[in-house]
């Protein structure tokens, strides 16, 4: 089983990213799935969960009303939208299953900078 994380960079406060992530080696469509992040010298967080089948989503309220979770089954695909971002967002973002995870992959990298 693998996730493997893309869609990360550099952008100014205000911007958008749309993070991609591509799983593989499991049946995709059984499992919820969440973004997490990691920031420099922090614990790392969720903060956007979907159930299987994309029924219903859910963010944390550092990201509520900013960024959206999507998955697309037929892809075995995972995204997170993030606009408004902030300079608190930057991190290192993951996808991986919700319950029972997955090793981690490599996450992409967000940097919210002027």
């Known amino acids: 089983a693998q996730l493997v994380e893309s869609g990360g960079g550099l952008v100014q406060p205000g911007g958008s990213l749309r993070l991609s992530c591509a799983a593989s080696?499991?049946?995709?469509?059984?499992?919820?799935m969440g973004w997490y992040r990691q920031a420099p010298g922090k614990e790392r967080e969720r903060v956007a969960a979907?159930?299987?089948?994309?029924?219903?989503?859910a963010t944390t309220d550092p990201v509520k009303g900013r960024f959206t979770i999507s998955r697309d089954d037929t892809k075995n695909m995972v995204y997170l939208q993030m606009n408004s971002l902030k300079p608190e967002d930057t991190a290192l973002y993951y996808c991986n299953r919700l319950g029972v995870q997955l090793s981690w992959g490599q996450g992409t990298q967000v940097t919210v900078s002027a």
């Open positions: 080696g499991f049946a995709f469509s059984l499992y919820g």
């Open positions: 979907i159930t299987k089948g994309g029924t219903d989503t």
